[in-house]
């Protein structure tokens, strides 16, 4: 994060522009003055597209075999502004992701065919105190549905984060607070952690909750090994039927998982990166919430996973 801050400080020092007011025009022109200046961080990401396999995984316990494969699209945007105080940067950023459900023997838990959306607006403020201090305020409303039925108020989850970060050296950072966030199903508010190591060739970054993540730099290679977390809660409405065969309404599902593996990048001229990934997902699991039922919670296998990706970067510091 403090790589990142710091290329974004020395760009928007140089650069200076006033853009129109039209938002297609906004976004265009942002782009390319971002992905013009050497002098920005080459793990800088600021729009792209993944998908994620997970090939069918057995739930665990399961009297009926059953089994649940999920297919994850994942779009972004990232914006950033620097204000005319010289010390504090705005990154406006959207999100949308598409998780697909498919379930084997699906009798008593409704998930075959499910689709759940994640569409959120991220605005992340980063100020430079004394001392070589950063505040980072995140704050980040989102809707997390199936869209099953019209806009209600259990739709709208709002997660924010608050850090501090310390720049020790120009090599290394620490930093921590607090974070209100879904990642592991349910919203909770949980403390957060940062520490990144960089060198000339690599860097490895630590920011929990999210994850941990090492890379090395082999010219127009990044090879790397990453674990993440990520999930939500999602308002689903829907029916399903128990193994009493009765007819109950789901109201919530919370869904999370950790994935664990290498991961290769290859940046194809100056903007793009084509990225690939893959390893272990562990620690899955599907939550059913409803008023008619006690909250049930579905453990899945651990199994193979496969990411692809593609995304706009800004050109390494030596223009190779």
């Known amino acids: 994060m403090s790589m990142l801050i710091r290329y974004m400080e020395n760009y928007l020092k140089i650069h200076h522009m006033t853009l129109s007011h039209q938002p297609l025009l906004t976004i265009v022109c942002g782009l390319l003055l971002l992905s013009s200046s050497p002098t920005m961080s080459q793990n800088l990401q600021l729009a792209g597209f993944s998908f994620t396999r997970f090939p069918g995984a057995g739930v665990i316990d399961s009297p009926l ?3 649940v494969e999920v297919n994850e699209y994942n779009f972004f945007l990232n914006l950033p502004k620097r204000l005319k105080n010289e010390k504090t940067i705005l990154i406006h950023g959207l999100q949308y992701r598409l998780v697909t459900l498919f379930a084997d023997n699906d009798l ?5 065919g499910e689709n759940m959306h994640i569409l959120g607006y991220r605005l992340t403020a980063l100020h430079q105190l004394a001392n070589n201090w950063r505040v980072l305020v995140s704050l980040n409303p989102t809707l997390s ?16 984060a608050l850090q501090f970060i310390k720049k020790k050296s120009g090599r290394f950072s620490y930093g921590g607070g607090i974070a ?5 199903g349910e919203p909770l508010l949980i403390p957060t952690l940062q520490l990144t190591f960089n060198s000339e060739n690599g860097k490895l970054e630590v920011r929990l909750p999210r994850g941990i993540a090492y890379d090395r730099y082999f010219g127009k290679f990044t090879a790397g090994l990453h674990v993440a977390a990520s999930g939500s809660r999602y308002n689903v409405n829907y029916t399903r039927t128990n193994f009493l065969n009765d007819i109950e309404p789901v109201d919530k599902l919370a869904y999370t998982r950790i994935v664990l593996g290498p991961s290769l990048s290859y940046r194809m001229g100056k903007v793009i990166q084509l990225q690939a990934s893959g390893g272990i997902t562990v620690a899955r699991s599907v939550e059913l919430q ?19 990706g593609i995304a706009i970067v800004p050109p390494k510091k030596d223009n190779d």
């Open 290 to 308: 409803g008023d008619l039922f006690e909250d049930e919670n579905y453990d899945i296998v651990n199994g193979p996973f496969f990411r692809f």
């Open 65 to 67: 075999n059953q089994e």
């Open 180 to 184: 209100y966030t879904p990642r592991f």
């Open 108 to 112: 008593n838990l409704g998930l075959d």
């Open 145 to 160: 549905s199936t869209f099953n039925t019209a806009l209600e108020g259990d739709d709208f989850l709002f997660n924010g």
